[in-house]
């Protein structure tokens, strides 16, 4: 698939910006956890919306994503492991993030949206051959009725997730639509920041932290069936275009997707600046 940059003016004031350090922020930067990133994305129109968070540590935990007054993402932990995320917006709690772990790995997620009352429950098996199975419940102003199941296994080789094979089913269609999907990820070969903060390699629903390296292709192959006759395939792809520092971390990111738009054309519609 070509790429193709949608946002010209996006390119521009990601080139002539900077990004520095603090005698502050020494012992993040020893550590090589990321202290600060600034997304730069498409917002209304042609104009570019930016979004900077500050990272807040204890040691080699993460308590606290700063983004403004009013967003923030603040992190519980229970011993070593992440337990709870709360994501505020506007002021307000908005998503929490619950993790259950059963001898050392995550065994189950739930993730709660407090304004549309859409919330996820997934339950992870860990498998003899290193492989993980789950199954992802959605659910939408109920406990009880699931709108959409999703059943899969991750695959994984040298602490990067490489596919995740799975089955969409949409509960509530009156046509019986489920999609096969097959997630295929490839990483380079340069350490993943995020890897190392205390409880981030454990948290599955969160792809681009947990896996050893960098992730920079995300293509899903659909088969979509109404009624088990299949009437659609398509290519979900996301690329990753990455710059690095002397150490080999990676400094900023540059998103290419079709999702919004579809056919076979990737455009920018994210810049991500990271600092140490």
């Known amino acids: 698939m070509k790429k193709l940059v949608l946002i010209l003016s996006l390119l521009t004031i990601v080139l002539t910006s900077c990004s520095g350090s603090d005698d502050s922020e020494g012992q993040v930067a020893l550590l090589n956890f990321p202290s600060k990133t600034i997304d730069y994305y498409q917002d209304s129109g042609n104009t570019v919306g930016s979004r900077e968070g500050t990272f807040n540590y204890n040691g080699d935990k993460l308590n606290e994503i700063f983004y403004n007054a009013a967003q923030r993402k603040v992190f519980t932990y229970t ?86 094979d799975y089955v969409y089913t949409f509960n509530n269609s009156s046509t019986n639509e489920i999609n096969y999907i097959e997630r295929i990820l490839q990483y380079d070969s340069k350490i993943n920041p995020y890897k190392n903060i205390k409880g981030f390699s454990l948290l599955l629903p969160w792809i681009n932290e947990i896996n050893t390296n960098n992730l920079i292709l995300d293509y899903s192959y659909v088969e979509a069936f109404m009624n088990g006759v299949q009437f659609t395939n398509y290519v979900i792809a996301k690329e990753y275009e990455l710059q690095y520092d002397e150490r080999q971390l990676p400094t900023r990111f540059d998103y290419y997707t079709n999702e919004e738009l579809g056919g076979n054309t990737l455009y920018l519609t994210r810049i991500t600046n990271v600092t140490y």
Do not use: C, H
């Open 79 to 164: 011993g070593d492991f992440i337990t709870k995320v709360e994501f505020y917006e506007a002021g307000v709690l908005r998503f929490i993030e619950n993790f259950s772990y059963n001898n050392g790995k995550l065994s189950v997620y739930e993730k709660f949206d407090l304004l549309t009352n859409r919330n996820e429950n997934i339950v992870y098996t860990q498998q003899a051959d290193g492989t993980i199975s789950y199954q992802k419940l959605i659910y939408t102003n109920s406990v009880s009725n699931p709108t959409e199941t999703i059943t899969g296994t991750l695959f994984f080789a040298n602490g990067n997730l490489v596919k995740d």
